[in-house]
């Protein structure tokens, strides 16, 4: 089992900045890859960047690409996703996500373990 809780959403005016925390405890991560995903209101939760924790292979959804970037930091076990240039269009919940294994999927009904979430909210 791994446990996932996220941290760092919050409100912000379009054009600032954010950084979400995901830490990880349980099983070992070095054998998962790890992301984020968000769902907006009405809409399907869909894949925003996920990362391979042992190579640091990294995939972006097209509508965040060159404005957010992932991250993780071995020795906390914590991934981030380090939001820069927020539109009101990245409103969301925000949700981390695991599954065990190298190769990057990008749709959620693929991912093993889900944190419970944390809202972001871009005000225009």
């Known amino acids: 089992q791994v446990q996932l809780v996220e941290s760092g959403g919050g409100s912000v005016q379009a054009g600032g900045s954010l950084r979400l925390s995901c830490g990880a405890s349980g099983r070992t991560v070095a054998s998962y890859m790890m992301g984020w995903f968000r769902q907006a209101p009405g809409k399907e939760r869909e894949c925003v960047a996920v990362?391979?924790?042992?190579?640091?292979?990294?995939y972006y959804a097209d509508s965040v690409k060159g404005r957010f970037t992932i991250s993780r930091d071995d020795t906390e076990n914590t991934v981030y996703l380090q939001m820069n240039s927020l539109k009101p269009e990245d409103t969301a919940v925000y949700y981390c996500?695991?599954?065990?294994?190298?190769?990057?999927?990008?749709?959620?009904?693929?991912?093993?373990?889900w944190g419970k979430g944390t809202l972001v909210t871009v005000s225009s």
């Open positions: 990362i391979n924790w042992s190579h640091g292979n990294t």
């Open positions: 996500a695991a599954k065990l294994g190298l190769v990057l999927f990008k749709d959620y009904h693929d991912m093993d373990y």
